[in-house]
């Protein structure tokens, strides 16, 4: 956090290389040192807010912010501290999602690394531990003794580490591959790995100064055990969250700084494992065959359903402004 501020302090009161009282003369060319630094920023409006295939929004709108200063080292590093706040909808019902991260990006020819780690923030985060009213639950919902539970705090970190490969100019293909010792700090390690492809569009297909793009990406999450906050009669010491597939398919019109994203996001989870997953507060009851060992309550959530989304966002740096 310390270095972040550091970071935007630089950018913003002195990073950039003066110019001279020499320099301002007429006629005379500028001697000045290209800056090393550069600093990122924009902002989306989504209709969900899709997290590898689970809405973090209850399937409503959100909206995204960030800030993202750089540091080239040389030609082929950069540095990099990153601050993100978006506005979600969570059983436990915090005031925003803040994503602090810090990483680094090594080039090697055609190929583009990305390696780091981020703590996701979740703020202002209510208990609902089931023991007592509908009220300790975060649907208001019992059955059979059992409802959806939540911790107050659900923040954690990540390390991540992913790749862009460009095969040529208008085609790459990527890599994805994070960590978490604790998954939404529900005691369950996490590890996330997907493939992804970015294909540009021929200018031929598209208005003069309009860009496009057809983009996918389709990975795995492996989910381990929780500890025995979210333990169920079955199993007391905690539950082993399920495994899911996810994937996403989409095309993106580039205009300026705004490009506009139509793209449908699905999983392989059933809406009662969705309910495990996330202890869904606008849950609904499902029916005896929404009833199983880890899913007690019956309830199932539609937050892992296929989803059309379309997003708007805005993406700058202070060099494309000058």
Request: charge should be neutral; aromatic fraction near 12%; charged fraction near 15%.
């Amino acid at each position: 956090m310390a270095a972040l501020c550091i970071a935007l302090s630089v950018v913003a009161t002195g990073g950039l290389t003066p110019t001279l009282a020499a320099d301002r003369e007429p006629g005379k060319a500028s001697t000045a040192e290209p800056t090393p630094w550069e600093f990122a920023f924009g902002s989306a409006l989504m209709s969900d807010y899709n997290f590898r295939g689970i809405s973090v929004s209850a399937r409503r709108p959100s909206v995204t912010v960030y800030a993202e200063p750089r540091y080239k080292v040389g030609s082929n590093l950069e540095l990099y501290a990153g601050l993100s706040a978006s506005s979600v909808d969570l059983p436990n019902r915090p005031a925003a999602q803040i994503v602090y991260a810090a990483g680094i990006r090594p080039r090697f020819g055609a190929l583009q690394l990305d390696l780091g780690a981020e703590y996701l923030d979740y703020p202002g985060g209510i208990l609902f531990d089931g023991l007592g009213s509908p009220a300790t639950c975060t649907n208001g919902f019992f059955f059979l003794g059992q409802c959806n539970t939540s911790k107050a705090v659900v923040s954690f970190w990540q390390a991540y580490a992913n790749t862009t490969f460009a095969i040529n100019d208008r085609l790459a293909v990527g890599s994805i591959l994070d960590h978490s010792p604790s998954w939404s700090n529900s005691g369950a390690p996490a590890t996330y790995a997907a493939l992804t492809v970015k294909a540009d569009l021929p200018r031929s297909m598209l208005p003069a100064k309009v860009g496009g793009f057809v983009s996918g990406e389709i990975g795995h999450y492996w989910l381990g055990t929780t500890d025995a906050f979210y333990g169920v009669p079955a199993f007391p010491a905690g539950v082993k969250l399920p495994d899911y597939t996810t994937g996403h398919i989409g095309l993106g019109l580039t205009y300026k700084t705004a490009t506009f994203d139509l793209r449908y996001y699905d999983t392989n989870l059933s809406k009662a494992n969705c309910n495990v997953l996330t202890g869904d507060h606008t849950a609904t009851f499902g029916g005896a065959g929404a009833i199983t060992p880890i899913n007690l309550s019956g309830l199932v959530s539609r937050w892992c359903s296929a989803a059309v989304i379309v997003k708007l966002s805005f993406d700058m740096t202070l060099a494309g402004l000058k």
